[in-house]
Nanobody, 121 residues
Framework: QVQLVESGGGSVQAGGSLRLSCTAS????????MAWFRQAPGKEREGVAAIYTGGGSVYYADSVKGRFTISQDNAKNTVYLQMNSLKPEDTAMYYC??????????????WGQGTEVTVSS
């Protein structure tokens, strides 16, 4: 059974930072795309960042380029999303996903439970 366990959400003021973590079961982590998506209240879920764990290719949504960094720790089967210079519009539930392709949301079948991020102005 695939498990994706997220952590690291919380509440911060605008301009602050948070780091999200997503740990996957071994076979799901290796040589796979892992991605972060987010869904704000009343809005559709959107892609944030993705990384290919077998080669390090990354994609970012334009709205987070230069502020967010996705990275991996192969020893821990974990992908991180470092979020800096947070804005109120980054407030959302953040979901980790694995086994899809880049930021193509519909290609992902494995999802975590989500971790909430709230940015106050």
């Amino acid at each position: 059974q695939v498990q994706l366990v997220e952590s690291g959400g919380g509440s911060v003021q605008a301009g602050g930072s948070l780091r999200l973590s997503c740990t996957a079961s071994g076979y799901m982590y290796r040589r796979n795309w892992m991605a972060w998506f987010r869904q704000a209240p009343g809005k559709e879920r959107e892609g944030v960042a993705a990384i290919y764990t077998g080669g390090g290719s990354v994609y970012y949504a334009d709205s987070v380029k230069g502020r967010f960094t996705i990275s991996q720790d192969n020893a821990k089967n974990t992908v991180y999303l470092q979020m800096n210079s947070l804005k109120p519009e980054d407030t959302a539930m953040y979901y980790c996903a694995a086994g899809g392709l880049g930021l193509a949301q519909l290609s992902y079948r494995n999802w975590g439970q989500g971790t909430e991020v709230t940015v106050s102005s």
